[in-house]
Antibody, heavy 120, light 107 residues
């Protein structure tokens, strides 16, 4: 059974870059059947899709964040990563990684989520 | 971008009740819709995909219907563990987007 686990700093200073990694266990990230996504949720609010990556390295980003987002994959470590630059308090949220099938684009499973707070 | 609007934003119901949540897309998305359940402090869990297909392991009291712009999630007989927040998600086009959520509370 595939499991995803987010990791990274829980506190980032304004204007700096948020960096998170999602480690995939119980399956290979190199499987051609899946996309790997990042999704975030500010406290008490709804869900926002940030972007996704395919095993080949091909990416798609939410236009609202595209200028600040980079998603990359490291197949040797079975991980994919998120970098969000020039963060502000508005980027404070729980960040989730999730898998979606190439045929469906719905997310399952999800990681447990990690809270990132942007504050000086 | 496609906007997803859920109604109601919150609903109170009792164990055993039948509950329906609706989701409307700002443009047609065929059957490219999923429903998720989220409990406090937990990640969302996929319940329904392709508008009406039940995810493996999800109880059969959950069902989904609709296509185009209008969709519904129905819980046929509420159980105590069903009290949570529910989200719809369109998977038709970028950027993928979610409804604002419907909080299902105990009456």
């Amino acid at each position: 059974q595939v499991q995803l686990q987010e990791s990274g700093p829980g506190l980032v200073k304004p204007s700096q870059t948020l960096s998170l990694t999602c480690t995939v266990s119980g399956g290979s990230i190199s499987s051609g059947s899946y996309y790997w996504s990042w999704i975030r949720q500010p406290a008490g609010k709804g869900l926002e899709w940030i972007g996704r990556i395919y095993t080949s390295g091909s990416t798609n980003y939410n236009p609202s964040l595209k200028s600040r987002v980079t998603i990359s994959v490291d197949t040797s470590k079975n991980q994919f990563s998120l970098k969000l630059s020039s963060v502000t308090a508005a980027d404070t949220a729980v960040y989730y990684c999730a898998r979606a099938t190439v045929r469906g684009n719905w997310f399952d499973p999800w990681g447990q989520g990690t809270l990132v707070t942007v504050s000086s | 971008d496609i906007q997803m609007t859920q109604s109601p934003s919150s609903v109170s119901a009792s164990v055993g009740d039948r509950v329906t949540i609706t989701c409307q897309a700002s443009q047609g998305i065929s059957s490219w819709l999923a429903w998720y359940q989220q409990k406090p402090g937990k990640a969302p869990k996929l319940l329904i995909y392709a508008a009406s297909s039940l995810q493996s392991g999800v109880p059969s009291r959950f069902s989904g219907s609709g296509s185009g712009t209008d969709f519904t999630l129905t819980i046929s007989s509420l159980q105590p563990e069903d009290f949570a927040t529910y989200y719809c998600q369109q998977a038709n086009s970028f950027p993928y987007s979610f409804g604002q959520g419907t909080k299902l509370e105990i009456k």
